[in-house]
Structure formats: structure tokens, C-alpha cells
């Protein structure tokens, strides 16, 4: 990569808040972006080159971006591997992560495979077409378990819990295509890692990431996570190199798993691509994991993963029950809260739980009486509920 | 303010560097920016909503600023005061600072004559609009002295020092114009401080900074500065407290002062805007001094000015002979450094000493042993000098 002005330009399938942190990181390296999603103005849009207008398998819009791009990625799993893959091969720019990678992540049955395959420990799961095959696979598994839509799913869309035989029919009828089930998981906690390919076989892992969810959509992330158990978090991080090996391409993969009350590691899901469990990184660690994303898919040297203090982060969702133009009330206490930090993802319309930004709160350098992450989750939280929509 | 989107939007004359590092701050804020600039692409335009092309003074462009932005603020101090004043009064639009304290910036005898009116220790100056006006001010003041264009010079353009009576007539010629001329201060070192006004009288300084100038133009910035003199410190903050005081309207602004050889400080120069001084903020700071403006002038509540660790930036500035399209070489070194952050201003011509971008790196925490500065500075220099521009 050289640069020079115009910068190298990164070609990011997606505009939404992920494109929007994309940008804010990349203009100090010399990035320029320019992305295409189906929204007109999307949450990318004031801090990127040019914000085309294409669906997420739109064969010109792509090609358009991979004229324009030295590098292609994209920042949400419903672009299409195949168009990318197309579009690559004719226009000679490369996409990373593979689209490959993107085809195994997409479909919830082939990444478990893969994974499983690859030595990395999963939750027992089964293919799921039927009804009866869903009792089958649950008289195995046990109930309650959950059965998964293989494709398409994001913050528990698509999850169904199976609690009884008796649930196999509608759960089966309301995925309504090609599923998997997986055994009920009895968590002690859920963590997350940002892991990182980079050039060369380079790869590298963030600080390891406790997440909480509620109506499984995430609502907070603590690093380090609330634990002192130093063996868990070695090996979380140790299953997340394997998960890095088994996929292929540069890039951020943000990895979800979770802590069993035995103690064990046990992998949830990947996202290929900077995911929402790793914003506290922009101001918890000297590189963010936007920043990692970008010199990992431009084919510069990653950054170090350090984190500098102990950092939380709270979800600002949605709470009006129509769909409506969003304002934002009572961001007064985050602004003037010392080592507070809003992120506003631009969004023109705010509906219920939608993700409209998030808070980070950064404690005092390990050591410190401040840095008790149960504390600053507590102050998060309670500066994040203090946000609201106004109705 | 309200968080809505579109955002609410800055208008900003001028589009460089500090327009673009003001982009990158502003978007988690929800904050958009519209620049005017009269070069098309300028550095900020890959960061912002929009890039107008326009003189510094002209009036439809300020006007078409005025009409799409909430607030008016400038990054280069070349903005036509007056202009500026027109169109607040005729849109409604505010500017922040003030187009007065602008004014006043400019002609530097202005500035020198309000501040030493405000109690601000200054070095001895006079004015002068002759050879005859310099000789006999330099019979009070002392050879060496230093003569200053009173407006339009920056990075040293527009000071000429004065040796001895001979150098009378030529430095008047070098200048043609309007001048005064100081005392030559026989300084320690220099320092710089950021302060900010904020809505309601809040007012704030950044931590001191250690400044180094070569051929009058920043080298490189240290903070903390290389002493521990305290009380020097704590007085230097009095300063700028009082500097603070005497400008009107809200907003950041970099203040250079000597530190002379006796422990006392003398105010040299104040930039109403983020000013070179201060970049380190943006990873040594909870709030960087571009998103410290950011807030200030859109009337946000102030940002914690703490500093996290011990920090240290080095200027990337051209070194070729002839003006021409600049190519980096050499920037592998400074993205595999850990805690080593390249900023890049994609400006698309380097020419000798322009300032192209910078290099920060970012200590241990205090009290360790990795925290030096002056180990720090030696790396960071180390670095920036490995960075080169293929001639």
C-alpha cells in the first residue's frame, strides 16, 4: 500500500454504524471509504468519500465500488458472497474477508461444521428440516433447545426456543426453512473476542470482552470481563486463534462464546467483520478494532491489541413503539461525565430496540479504585438510561 | 442541541488539516461538518458532508455555510472577520470565537496591545512602520529583536530578526508592510497550552506541552514538557486562564509561551482553533482537542481535558526540493511500532517543510518506566525520520 492522495480507497459493502466507526478510523491512515448500501444517507455517509445507493447483491453498484476501491469489504453478512466473488474476479480488486469465509459464516450449520471440524469446541447441534426432524435431534440434545434458521438471523431474529416436544411443529413453522437446533447452553457468562487476520498470517486477538444480552440483542460489554479466573480467558482466547485459522482472508472477526458453569469454552457464533461486542476498543485500546479492520484488509501491519484501561460500553436501543424520526433526549449527563463518550450512528428513524448508539466509559488504569468493572458497568447503565427518544 | 439526523452541522471555513481531524471528531458526537476551502478536495473532504470551494472572504459561499450549518467556527486564521460577522448577522447563523477575537488575532500588535492589557505577561514590543520606527525601538529593546508582519505570517513567514542597526532598512523592506517588532526572549523552552471557552463561562486548559520549533516551524510536541518544575507548570496554566478570559466567544485555542531562562512565562502567540501543538490530544487525552471545539462551539458541555499518559507527536513535513504530487514512503515502521499512531492529511502536493502529517506515540502509563518523554521523543523522532516523500 502506498500512500498517497487520493488516499487508497477501501470499497465497504454497508453504510450503517460499523461503515460510520469504518470511516471515522480510517481518514488518519489515509483511507479513504466509499461505501454502498440500499439506504439512501446512511449512518456512513458524513464521514466517507461517496455513499452509493445498490442492494446487498447488486452486481453495478458492486462493480461501481470495486472500480473505485483497491480493497472490498463489507461491514454486514447479507452481502453476496457470490456477486463479490464476481465482481472481484473481473475487476482484479480483492475481497477481504474471502467471500468464502462469508458463505461458511452465512449459513449457521456449514460454520459449525467448519468450526467443529476444525477442533474448535461447539455446542451440540443438528440439521433441522422437519418437524420430526426436530423431535429427533431434541430427544438427543434434551430440551429446552434452540433451533436456529441457518440463514439470516441477527439479534435473535430467527431463534426459537424448543421447550417441549410438543413446541417441534410451530417453532419448526415459525424459522419456515432451512434450520438447525442446538442444545440449550447453561452459561455461567458470555464473552466475546475481537480476533484479527492480517497480512502475512499475521493474527492477533483484542482483550477478552464479557457481553450481556437481554431478548438476545447485546445491551453492554465489559473488558475485562467480571471474573478473575485467568484460565478461562486464556482459553477463550486460545479457541479464537483456532477460529482464526480456519477462516480464510484478512479482517476483524468478532467472535461470541460462552463461558459454561463447568468452566469450558464453547463457541456461539462469528461475525466477519467489526461486530458491536468491540466498540469499547475505540477508546478502551490504542488500536480500535476499526482501525484493526481497516490496515488488516489494506494489507498493513495490524496494531497492537493492548488495552489501556478497563473499559465498558452500554447499547442505546430504540424505546418508541412506532417506527419514527429519531431525537435523541438527555445526552447532557453523558457529555459532561468525565471519561464518558457518546457514539451517535446518525439514524434517521429510531423504532423499538433498533441500535441507535452506543455509550463507552473508560475507569482508571488498571490498579486503580476505579477500574472495578462491576462499578463502571453499574455507571454506564445508568448514564445510558437517562437516554430516551423523544415520542 | 439536538441529536437528529441529519445531524446538527458545523460550517467550517477552511478544509486542511485541523478541518480534517475536526471531521474525524466530530461524527460520534452526531455532529456534521460543511467546509469551505479554496482548493477542491482539500484534506478534510473524505471526512466530512461536504466540501464547498471558496475564498477565504467570499461572501457566497460563507453565506451558502451560514445557511446549511448551525454554527459557524474557522480552522485557519485567514477567514475574513468581517465577512464572517455579515453573514451571522444576516442568517442567524453564530460563529465561534468570535469574528471580533479574530480580528484582534490577526494583527498581532492588536493581540500583543489587548492581553498585556489583561495582566498577560508579554515579551517588550513596539510598533513599527519605518527602518526609523525599528532603529529606535531596537535602542530600547536590544539587538538581537525579533520584526513581525502583523498579520498574515505563519510558521515563520513574516519574522525577520534584526542584529544590529544595519539590519534596519532590509528587514523593513522583507516585511513591506505593517509591523512590530519584541524583545528576543532568551527562553528555556517553549510550551504550548490548549484552552477552550465553553457555553456558560466553563473555561479549561489541556495539559502543558513542550513545544520544538526549528527554522520557527513545530517539530515536535511533548507532554508533559520535560521538566519538573511544577510551579512553572501550574503558572503557565494561570496564563492561559487569563488569556482565556480576555477573548470573547467559545471555542479551543492554542497559546505558544516561552518559559524564559529566569522560570517566568511570556505569552508568544495565541491561533483561536485547534492548533499543531495539540494533535497529541487525540490519543493522549479522554477528549481530544478537536472534539473539545466540537463541543464548545456547538454549546456541549466540556470534555475532561486529563491527560492518560505521557505523549509525544512529531510533524511529518515535506522534504523534497520542488513542489509535486506526494508519495509517503516508509510508513511500515510507524504502524508496526505498538502505541505508534500515524495521521496522514492527504493532501495531494508536498513541497519543502509543508506539514503533511504527524506521528504520535503514546507512553506507559504514569510512573512507569516507559513513560519518559524524553526516551519517547527520541522514538518518535526516530520514527517520523524513517517517513520520507519519493522525489
Known amino acids: 500500500m502506498t500512500l498517497s492522495t487520493p488516499g487508497p480507497t477501501l470499497g465497504v459493502v454497508g453504510g450503517g454504524q460499523l461503515g460510520r466507526m469504518l470511516g471515522e478510523a480510517a481518514a488518519p491512515l489515509g483511507v479513504e471509504l466509499v461505501v454502498t448500501d440500499p439506504t439512501p444517507d446512511p449512518p456512513a455517509a458524513p464521514v466517507v468519500r461517496d455513499a452509493l445507493v445498490g442492494a446487498f447483491d447488486d452486481d453495478a453498484t458492486f462493480r461501481e465500488l470495486a472500480e473505485r476501491a483497491d480493497v472490498l469489504t463489507y461491514e454486514i453478512e447479507l452481502a453476496d458472497p457470490d456477486v463479490l466473488e464476481r465482481v472481484a474476479e473481473e475487476t482484479g480488486t480483492p475481497v477481504h474477508p474471502d467471500p468464502e469465509t462469508l458463505r461458511t459464516i452465512q449459513d449457521k450449520l456449514v460454520q459449525k461444521r467448519r468450526l467443529s471440524a476444525a477442533g474448535v469446541p461447539v455446542p451440540e447441534f443438528r440439521q ?6 426436530l423431535r429427533e435431534a431434541c430427544e438427543e440434545l434434551g430440551y429446552p433447545a434452540m433451533l436456529k434458521a441457518r440463514e439470516g438471523g441477527y439479534d435473535g431474529r430467527g431463534n426459537v426456543p424448543v421447550e417441549s416436544p410438543d413446541d417441534a411443529e410451530s417453532a419448526f413453522a415459525a424459522i419456515d426453512g432451512p434450520a438447525m437446533v442446538e442444545e440449550m447452553v447453561d452459561f455461567e457468562r458470555e464473552l466475546a473476542v475481537m480476533g484479527c487476520r492480517g497480512a502475512d498470517g499475521q493474527r492477533d486477538t483484542f482483550p477478552v470482552t464479557e457481553t450481556i444480552h437481554r431478548e438476545e440483542i447485546l445491551r453492554e460489554s465489559v473488558s475485562p470481563p467480571r471474573t478473575d479466573d485467568d484460565a478461562v480467558l486464556g482459553r477463550a482466547r486460545e479457541i479464537v486463534l483456532d477460529v482464526l485459522d480456519a477462516m480464510d482472508g484478512r479482517g476483524v472477526f ?138
Open 128 to 133: 433441522v428440516d422437519s418437524a420430526e426432524d
Open 254 to 391: 468478532g467472535v461470541e462464546l460462552f463461558e459454561t458453569t463447568d468452566g469450558e469454552i464453547l463457541l456461539n457464533e462469528i461475525a466477519p467483520r467489526p461486530h458491536n461486542s468491540g466498540h469499547w476498543t475505540i477508546e478502551g485500546c490504542h488500536t480500535s478494532q476499526f482501525e484493526q479492520h481497516v490496515r488488516a484488509v489494506m494489507g498493513m501491519a495490524l496494531g497492537t491489541t493492548e488495552r489501556r484501561a478497563p473499559t465498558v460500553s452500554a447499547n442505546v436501543l430504540g424505546d418508541v413503539e412506532e417506527r419514527q424520526p429519531a431525537t435523541l433526549v438527555g445526552e447532557e449527563s453523558v457529555l459532561s461525565t468525565p471519561r464518558s463518550h457518546l457514539h451517535w450512528y446518525g439514524k434517521h428513524d429510531v423504532y423499538e430496540l433498533r441500535k441507535m448508539g452506543h455509550v463507552t466509559l473508560v475507569g482508571g488504569e488498571d490498579g486503580d479504585a476505579e477500574s472495578d468493572t462491576d462499578d463502571l458497568l453499574g455507571e454506564v447503565r445508568a448514564l445510558r438510561d437517562g437516554l430516551t427518544f423523544r415520542q
